[in-house]
């Protein structure tokens, strides 16, 4: 599937639903309503644009796929929200801004394909100001609309999806990523539930 079928497909089509539920839900953990974040590995950025409907941030779609970046401009304007959500190319583990200088960074879906989770995570940290929040992982709002998504897709006749799903997240169970979190020094938590999987922490004010 390329950026284009992906956009149409998933993200303006099976899972249209879960990234305002998603962002509501990042918004009332973390209180960041102004600012900028960074939606990493958004893709064509309807996470990072949801952020932006429902706050004042300016919003950093950062992907690896020049293509999806290149769609984030028509999403964002078709979604009433272009002049607040711009994207940028580049790699998690190797991101192009500077040392404390983000309220936010939220990533839905990506950190399963980073090269180097750890040195992801550590990135994440160091562009964060104190008291920036991150929450990075995977999942669908809610178990509702999780079921929603995977009924969908069998529809579609796309068991292969629920199977690569099954696959990654046995690979990054949660225990995984509290090691890495403990790896780097941050003081974290794991949340696992039906609907998904967050990293979620706060950098320290002092």
């Known amino acids: 599937m390329n950026a284009k079928e992906y956009d149409e497909k998933v993200m303006n089509g099976y899972f249209k639903k879960i990234y305002p539920v998603i962002a509501s839900q990042i918004v009332e953990k973390t209180q960041i309503v102004q600012g900028t974040a960074i939606d990493l590995g958004g893709g064509p950025g309807m996470l990072g644009i949801s952020l932006a409907q429902q ?8 992907d690896l796929m020049e293509e999806c970046v290149q769609l984030v401009p028509k999403n964002s304007r078709e979604n009433g929200v272009p002049n607040r959500v711009t994207a940028i190319q580049g790699r998690a583990e190797n991101m192009l801004f500077e040392d404390a200088s983000v309220e936010l960074v ?43 998504v995977q009924k969908k ?14 696959e990654r997240m046995k690979k990054n169970p949660p225990g995984h990523f509290e090691s890495l979190l403990k790896n780097l020094s941050i003081e974290g938590t794991v949340e696992r539930g039906e609907a998904g999987t967050w990293i979620i922490f706060q950098k320290p004010t002092v």
């Open 55 to 62: 706050t004042d941030l300016q919003v950093i779609v950062y």
């Open 106 to 148: 939220v990533s839905r879906g990506s950190i399963f394909f980073w090269e180097d989770q750890e040195k992801g995570l550590r990135e994440v940290y160091r562009i964060l100001k104190p008291g920036g929040w991150a929450y990075i992982g995977g999942g669908f709002g809610t178990a509702e609309l999780l079921h929603e």
């Open 153 to 166: 897709r069998k529809e579609e006749h796309d068991g292969d999806w629920e199977k690569k799903r099954d």
